[in-house]
């Protein structure tokens, strides 16, 4: 069974400063797709990058990156210059394509102090 | 356009009553997902369809059943509310391989 772990339950990081974070998966496959999802105090599902296993060029929008190490199977958040909304829950989803199952991890929530 | 409309969005019932949630979109989508979201659990897959006509166990199936009626629609229903099942869910729509739009969740409290 496909597995997503994220180990850090909670951070803290200050406005403007750097922040990462961690996501590691368990597959068999070698093609799939990996997500970042954002969840605010709202309660929406907003998604924050997408990144396609077959690429080995790391997806990037805008503050948010990613470090995709496939033989590692982990796909780590980075966010720069951080702002006071990006305070929320961040999760970690992962499908394979051969089945459409889409796996979430435990989540990380995220607090940037001012 | 309403996208993915969930409905209740909140419920109470007591325990060994039944109920069904409802999720339609309009976004033509084949996937659709039912999750439960706990406090440090994160978001749990209950069950979900590929494309009209299947669906699937997810990692916490029991208890539940459900039923793609349509392309639109994806019902969820708990025979015998326990107070386990307390938590709030999301329906979720997609193209494989895409990104899943999710309903405004409904809050169940099971006494």
């Known amino acids: 069974a496909q597995t997503v772990t994220q180990s850090q339950p909670e951070m803290s990081v200050q406005e403007a400063e750097t922040v990462t974070l961690s996501c590691t998966y368990d597959t068999s496959e070698s093609n799939y797709y990996l997500f970042w999802y954002k969840q605010p105090p709202s309660r929406q599902m907003i998604l924050v990058i997408r990144?396609?296993?077959?690429?080995?060029q790391n997806a990037t929008e805008n503050r948010f990156s990613v470090n995709f190490q496939k033989a590692a199977k982990s796909f780590s958040l980075k966010i720069s210059d951080s702002q006071l909304g990006d305070t929320a829950m961040y999760f970690c989803a992962f499908e394979e394509t051969s089945g459409s199952r889409l796996t979430f991890g435990e989540g990380t929530q995220l607090t940037v102090n001012p | 356009n309403a996208g993915v409309t969930q409905t209740p969005k909140f419920q109470v019932l007591k325990t060994g009553q039944s109920m069904t949630l409802q999720c339609a979109q309009d976004m033509n989508h084949n996937s659709m997902y039912w999750y439960r979201q706990d406090p440090g659990m994160g978001l749990r897959l209950i069950y979900y369809s590929a494309s009209e006509g299947t669906t699937d166990k997810g990692e916490v199936p029991n208890g539940y059943n459900v039923s793609r009626l349509n392309k639109r629609e994806f019902s969820l229903r708990l025979e015998s509310a326990a107070p386990s099942q307390t938590s709030v869910y999301f329906c979720a729509t997609r193209w494989w391989g895409a990104e899943a739009f999710f309903g405004q969740g409904t809050r169940l409290t099971v006494v």
């Open positions: 990144q396609e296993a077959y690429k080995q």
